[in-house]
């Protein structure tokens, strides 16, 4: 298996351009979720799914920010307008539903509004 | 109310030394799991070590292993044998499956290790 896959791996834009980033979960897992990094708020939560059907999006800052999960293997979540303090990584993470399993994370988006 | 504790942000430990990072966890479910995961300055997020609630030995993966001590809620990694390459952010993590929890990881703040040569 080919492990999760985000692209792209970097994006640099200007404010107030829209942002979207793409996460391809592990076939059969059927948890996905999307995470800030940043050095002042560590790891956040902002949304996740569980089998296509988004289950809590408590953690997406603002309206600018949005996420779709429209079949199993397919993720996105996009900003608009991005804005300066949107810059950060965002991992996605897949996994199975299930105490006993953890998550495999992506390699991230490396994401910098300028 | 924070329900993964790393309480040391910053460790240092000297290579070839085992060294122990903490974490403690708060939880009224019986049945949970608990992870370590390793970020090193590359940026990717590793998964390194998991302990069940209901394991009767602890976790030991290579020079991993876990030190669980249910009744005092803590799950230390512990790293034998150091080695430059275990320099990174480590993460402890806990996942719920109980009534009223839906299968998320809660991490913790992370904890810097350098390893020194």
């Known amino acids: 298996d080919a492990g999760v896959i985000q692209s792209p791996r970097h994006e640099v834009t200007e404010m107030g351009q829209e942002v979207t980033l793409r996460c391809k979960p592990i076939?059969?897992?059927?948890?996905l979720f999307w995470y800030r990094q940043t050095m002042m708020r560590g790891l956040e939560l902002l949304i996740y799914?569980?089998?296509?059907?988004?289950?809590?999006d408590s953690g997406m800052p603002e309206d600018r920010f949005s996420a779709k999960m429209p079949n199993a293997s397919f993720s996105t979540l996009k900003i608009q307008p991005s804005e300066p303090r949107d810059s950060a990584v965002y991992f996605c993470?897949?996994?199975?539903?299930?105490?006993?399993?953890?998550?495999?994370f992506g390699s991230g988006t490396r994401l910098t509004v300028v | 109310a924070q329900k993964i504790t790393q309480t040391q942000p910053g460790m240092f430990v000297q290579e070839k030394e085992a060294v122990t990072l903490d974490c403690t966890y708060d939880t009224s479910d019986p049945s949970y799991g608990l992870f370590w995961y390793k970020q090193p300055s590359s940026g990717e997020m590793i998964f390194l070590i998991y302990?069940?609630?209901?394991?009767?030995q602890n976790a030991t993966e290579g020079r991993y292993s876990l030190n669980f001590q249910k009744a005092r809620k803590s799950a230390n990694l512990v790293i034998s044998a150091s080695q430059l390459g275990d320099s990174a952010m480590y993460f402890c993590?806990?996942?719920?499956?109980?009534?009223?929890?839906?299968?998320?990881?809660?991490f913790g703040q992370g904890t810097t290790l350098q390893v020194k040569p």
């Open positions: 993470a897949s996994c199975y539903g299930g105490v006993g399993y953890g998550y495999t």
């Open positions: 799914f569980n089998n296509n059907v988004p289950i809590d």
């Open positions: 076939s059969g897992h059927d948890y």
């Open positions: 302990q069940g609630s209901y394991d009767q």
């Open positions: 993590a806990m996942r719920e499956t109980g009534s009223g929890n839906t299968g998320k990881l809660i």
